[in-house]
């Protein structure tokens, strides 16, 4: 069983930065992955970014390269998004979350096993 706890989410305007961390509790397994979701209003929770808790192998949606990176620190049992260059359209509840074994597609929630509470990021225009 792992716990995940959100934080760093708030209002910002757009053209800032933000750092979401999520910080884990329980058995983390080398081989397990973390991820970042986001639900804005009136969509799906969708696939932010991922990283390997072992080897740092990380991955972020094409769509969001060169604004959002997603990096962890063992020691801290941490993981963060760094979200730069916020526009409004990125306004969404985002969850941090879990994967222990992936059979089909990383990018479906329902692939993941844990799952924080989220945290709100609004970014005004």
């Known amino acids: 069983q792992v716990q995940l706890v959100e934080s760093g989410g708030g209002l910002v305007q757009a053209g800032d930065s933000l750092r979401l961390s999520c910080e884990a509790s329980?058995?983390?397994?080398?081989?397990?992955?973390l991820g970042w979701f986001r639900r804005a209003p009136g969509k799906e929770r969708g696939f932010v970014a991922a990283?390997?808790?072992?080897?740092?192998?990380?991955y972020v949606v094409n769509s969001l390269q060169g604004r959002f990176a997603i990096s962890r620190d063992k020691g801290q049992n941490t993981v963060y998004l760094q979200m730069n260059a916020l526009i409004p359209e990125d306004t969404a509840h985002y969850y941090c979350?879990?994967?222990?074994?992936?059979?089909?597609?990383?990018?479906?929630?329902?692939?993941?096993?844990?799952w924080g509470q989220g945290t709100q990021v609004t970014v005004s225009s």
């Open positions: 990283i390997n808790w072992g080897s740092d192998s990380a």
């Open positions: 329980g058995q983390m397994s080398p081989s397990y992955h």
């Open positions: 979350a879990v994967g222990r074994k992936f059979y089909n597609n990383y990018r479906d929630p329902n692939e993941w096993d844990y």
